[in-house]
């Protein structure tokens, strides 16, 4: 697994799901904002069913991923990452940090840890991204490059190599 010097990493358990789910209607939350005409329970449950849905899709499609729970140094979940170790590449599956800690380096320097081990292993990171996601930003500043467009989705990938920002 990675280090990061700040915070641990521990497998995700059946007890982390509130907290999983709260970090995911959180993440999303802006986008079901603008659907007009929904309640605030409907736009909660359409969530919550689709956390449930995105939960079940990663366990069945990536039965090898380290599904880890983000904690800063008092043990308190901050967010989620989500990483499948194959022969041909790392891949990021997902990665959430909670918005109060967004925009602080923890981000960045999960990313740094996960390139550094690609550099090691001699292994491309790649992560899938939708294109007006935020994030994005972040991983062109750390030197991916777009290797697939996918729709709403663009297929990012960071080669093996020595110069790790």
């Known amino acids: 697994m990675i280090k ?3 915070i641990n ?3 995700q ?3 982390d799901m509130p907290f999983l789910k709260e970090l995911y ?3 999303r939350r802006a986008e079901v904002d603008l659907l007009e ?3 605030e329970e409907q736009k909660f449950d359409f969530l919550g069913n689709q956390f449930i849905a995105q939960i079940q899709y990663y366990l069945t499609q990536f039965k ?3 599904f880890q729970v983000i904690e800063d140094l008092d043990q308190k979940p901050i967010g989620r990452l989500y990483l499948d170790e194959r022969t041909n590449e790392i891949r990021i599956i997902d990665i959430l940090i909670s918005g109060s800690k967004r925009n602080k380096g923890i981000g960045t320097q999960i990313f740094l840890a996960i390139l550094e081990r690609g550099r090691k292993k ?3 990171v790649r992560i899938h991204v939708e294109k007006n996601n935020p994030a994005r930003s972040l991983y062109d500043r750390l030197g991916f490059q777009i290797i697939e467009d996918r729709g709403v989705y663009y297929l990012m990938e960071f080669p093996p190599r020595n110069d790790v920002k």
């Open 4 to 6: 990061v010097s700040n």
């Open 9 to 11: 990493f521990r497998n």
């Open 13 to 15: 358990t059946r007890e």
């Open 25 to 27: 209607i959180e993440s």
């Open 37 to 39: 005409g929904w309640s």
């Open 64 to 66: 090898n991923a380290w």
């Open 122 to 124: 001699n292994l491309p």
